[in-house]
């Protein structure tokens, strides 16, 4: 996937990367995660439209299993269409009944 950084700018020995750009032209944005590659991951895509989220699946423990997540929630809405806000509650609810972690690092609330 392409965006206004290579993968080669974005990429750290020992790790996978778990990338989604922002697909608006308004520069910046985008999410990434990073997991080492000792560990079982694999890309995992929700059904849900918000539009700046990445997920990855870790095996563990056997036939355990966590999704991780990270998204960015703008602090305006103007970025995207109307309804994003929508679309995050969405994106959460269809995750719920799995175990997950999911962070927002825009999240006033953790200051």
């Given at each position: ?27 910046g944005g985008g999410v990434l995660i990073y997991a080492k ?30 999704l991780i997540g990270v998204c960015y929630r703008t602090p305006s809405e103007n970025v995207y269409e109307n309804g994003v ?27």
């Open positions: 996937m392409g965006g206004w950084i290579s993968e080669e700018e974005l990429h750290v020995d020992g790790y996978t990367t778990f990338r989604k750009d922002r697909i608006s032209d308004i520069k590659d000792n560990l079982t991951v694999s890309e995992f895509k929700l059904d849900n439209e918000f539009p700046e989220q990445v997920w990855c699946k870790l095996k563990y423990d056997g036939n355990r299993e966590l806000y929508q679309q995050l509650r969405e994106m959460i609810q269809e995750v719920s009944n799995r175990d997950f972690i999911l962070i927002d690092f825009n999240y006033t609330g953790i200051n």
